[in-house]
């Protein structure tokens, strides 16, 4: 079974300083997607930015960019120039391309707080 | 596009009442799946389905939990009797197509009291 590790339960970043939140996964598979997604107090679940397995260079949106290490099955998101609209759970999940269980696998999530 | 739509937001029963949550995916989409977010166990895929069919049904937690989509535009979960246990906030979710990512709806809250 696919697994997703967040480590950091709780992050606090100053504003319009970068933060990087970190995300491991455990999967024997060669083909797969990442996402990250947002939860502000709202409750609504916002993706923030997607990544194919396959493709090398990293994504990036705006101020948000990720950090794929495949070998080491690592995706880190980094948000620059941070921003008080930041403040959120942060959510860092895996999926599969297609057949049998392919429903996004989500880690436990990382809070972050900005500080103005 | 309106996003897929839960209902209700809220929702505040006693238990071993029954409890029917609603969702309404966005048109076009092929999949659709429930999960459940509690802090203890975060998010929790419970079924889903593709183009109407139930495919994974194993993270539904009992029986007391069913799952039904009868039509591409609507689905429901149903928990019969409900338990303090099952108070977490419910989330729906649909996808065009394999790989491309869910799009939420703004999840119900349900408190079993």
């Known amino acids: 079974a696919q697994t997703v590790t967040q480590s950091q339960p709780e992050m606090s970043v100053q504003e319009a300083e970068t933060v990087t939140l970190s995300c491991t996964y455990d999967t024997s598979e060669s083909d797969y997607y990442l996402f990250w997604y947002k939860q502000p107090p709202s409750r609504q679940m916002i993706l923030v930015i997607r990544?194919?397995?396959?493709?090398?260079q990293n994504a990036t949106e705006n101020r948000f960019s990720v950090n794929f290490q495949k070998a080491a099955k690592s995706f880190s998101l980094k948000i620059s120039d941070s921003q008080l609209g930041d403040a959120a759970m942060y959510f860092c999940a895996y999926s599969l391309p297609g057949g049998g269980a392919d429903g996004l696998t989500f880690g436990k999530g990382t809070h972050l707080i900005i500080q103005p | 596009d309106a996003g897929v739509i839960q209902s209700p937001r809220h929702e505040v029963t006693e238990m071993g009442q029954e409890v029917t949550l609603r969702c309404k995916p966005i048109s076009g989409h092929n999949s659709l799946f429930w999960y459940r977010q509690t802090m203890m166990r975060g998010l929790e895929l419970l079924i889903y389905f593709n183009n109407n069919v139930p495919i994974d049904d194993s993270g539904m937690p009992e029986d007391r939990f069913s799952a039904k989509m009868p039509n591409a535009s609507f689905s429901t979960l149903k928990i019969q009797p409900s338990e303090p246990r099952d108070s977490a906030v419910y989330f729906c979710?649909?996808?065009?197509?394999?790989?491309?990512?869910?799009?939420f709806g703004n999840g119900t809250r349900l408190t079993v009291t």
């Open positions: 990544q194919e397995a396959y493709k090398q």
């Open positions: 979710a649909s996808r065009r197509m394999t790989g491309s990512p869910l799009h």
